[in-house]
C-alpha cells in the first residue's frame, strides 16, 4: 500500500549533529559486514550497462544489486549490535525485522547506499550516467575514431588533447551531439565558461531536449557565479523536463550553498529528495546531507519551526 505521506527517517539527520550518535554511525559504515555486502553490491554493479537506458531503469538495476546484500547485511549488523550491547548475556535473543518495508531493513539499505556512494566509483558513475540515445552517435567512422581518441583522453584528465580531438571529430560530422556534449564538459573543466555554454547550445540546436547540455549550462553559470542565471536555467531545464529531481536538487543547491537562503533551499531540497526516493536513486543520500545542513543552519538560526513547516507542506513527517 502506497501512503500519501512520505516520512523520511529525519533522525538520519538529526545523527549528525551529536557526536555520541556520530560515533555510532561511522562505526556501522566501517562493519565487517557492511564492507562486504558493499564490496558484493559493487561487483554486481560491473554488470550493470548504463547505455541505451532510461534513468528509471538503470535505478531499478542498482537497486536490485543493493536489495541483494541488504537483508546479510542486516543480520549480521544485528548479531554484531547484540554482541556489543550484551557480550555478558549469552541468552540475548537478536529480533531483526527483515520486511523490506521496516524501518530496520530502510536503515540499513540508506546505511549500505550512503557507505557505497563514497566507497563504490561504480555506483557513482552510473548515477551520474547521461541517458543515451543512438541519434546522438555519430556515424561517420572518422568522427568515431577522434570522439574515441577525445574520451581516451578525457580519462587521462589530458583536457587539452580531449578538445582537440572533439573538435576534429566535429568537422567531420557538425551534428555530432556527443562531441559537442563533452566538448563543453572539457571546457568548463579547464575554466573556459563561454566556450563551455557555447558548446552546449551547439548542441541544443540540434536536439533542443538534450538534457545532458540543459543540466550542465545550468552548472557553468554556478561555476561563473552568475547564481541567478543558473537558477534560470535550472528552471528552463524544467520547462523541458517537468518534475526531473535534478532540477529542485541543483536549485536547492544554489541557495544554500551559494546565495546562503537555507529556507528556499529546503523546499527544493525536499522536492528532490521525495523524487529521488520513488527512483529509489542513490543520489537521496546527498539530498539528505544537504538537508542535515539546512536544518543545522535553521535551527542555528531559530528557525525551527519554518523548517518544520516546510517539511510538513512537502508532506514529509518530521520525527
Keep these: ?24 554511525v561511522a562505526k556501522s559504515l566501517s562493519d565487517t559486514a557492511i564492507k562486504g555486502a558493499a564490496e558484493k553490491s559493487c561487483k554486481c554493479l560491473d554488470s550493470v550497462d548504463a547505455n541505451n537506458k532510461s534513468k528509471e531503469a538503470r535505478n531499478q538495476e542498482i ?25 555478558k548475556d549469552k541468552k540475548t535473543k537478536i529480533t531483526v525485522n527483515t520486511n523490506p518495508d521496516s524501518e ?31 541519434d546522438q552517435m555519430s556515424k561517420n567512422k572518422e568522427a568515431l575514431d577522434f570522439y574515441d581518441k577525445a574520451i581516451a583522453a578525457t580519462e587521462k584528465e589530458n583536457w587539452k588533447e580531449a578538445i582537440n580531438n572533439y573538435k576534429l571529430a566535429l568537422k567531420k560530422d557538425p551534428k555530432f551531439i556527443y562531441a559537442w556534449d563533452n566538448l563543453g564538459v572539457c571546457y568548463r573543466r579547464i575554466g573556459e565558461y563561454d566556450n563551455a555554454l557555447n558548446a552546449y547550445q551547439k548542441s541544443l540546436e540540434i536536439d533542443p531536449k538534450g538534457k545532458m547540455p540543459l543540466q550542465n549550462i545550468a552548472i557553468t553559470y554556478v561555476y561563473k557565479k552568475e547564481y541567478q542565471k543558473a537558477i534560470d536555467a535550472y528552471l528552463a531545464f524544467d520547462n523541458i523536463y517537468p518534475g526531473d529531481a535534478e532540477v529542485y536538487y541543483g536549485i536547492g543547491q544554489v541557495y544554500f550553498t551559494d546565495l546562503k537562503e537555507s529556507e528556499k533551499a529546503l523546499d527544493y531540497m525536499c522536492k528532490a529528495y521525495i523524487i529521488y526516493n520513488k527512483q529509489k536513486s542513490a543520489y537521496r543520500a546527498d539530498a539528505e546531507a544537504i538537508l542535515s545542513l539546512i536544518y543545522k543552519d535553521m535551527k542555528e538560526k531559530g528557525q525551527l519551526e519554518r523548517f518544520k513547516e516546510i517539511m510538513k507542506n512537502n508532506k514529509i513527517d518530521f520525527e
Excluded: W
Excluded at 2 to 24: G, W
Excluded at 63 to 87: F, H, M, R, T, W
Design 1 to 24: 500500500m502506497i501512503k500519501k505521506r512520505i516520512t523520511i527517517l529525519i533522525s538520519l539527520f538529526i545523527f549528525l549533529f551529536t557526536s555520541a550518535q556520530k560515533d555510532k
Design 63 to 87: 537497486s536490485s544489486c543493493l536489495n541483494d546484500n541488504v537483508l546479510p547485511y542486516l543480520i549480521s549488523k544485528g548479531v554484531s549490535d547484540a554482541a556489543n550491547e550484551n557480550n
Design 104 to 134: 530496520d531493513y530502510k536503515l540499513a539499505y540508506y546505511d549500505l547506499e550512503t557507505y557505497m556512494m563514497a566507497n563504490c566509483p561504480r555506483l557513482r558513475d552510473l548515477v551520474t550516467a547521461a541517458e543515451s540515445h543512438n
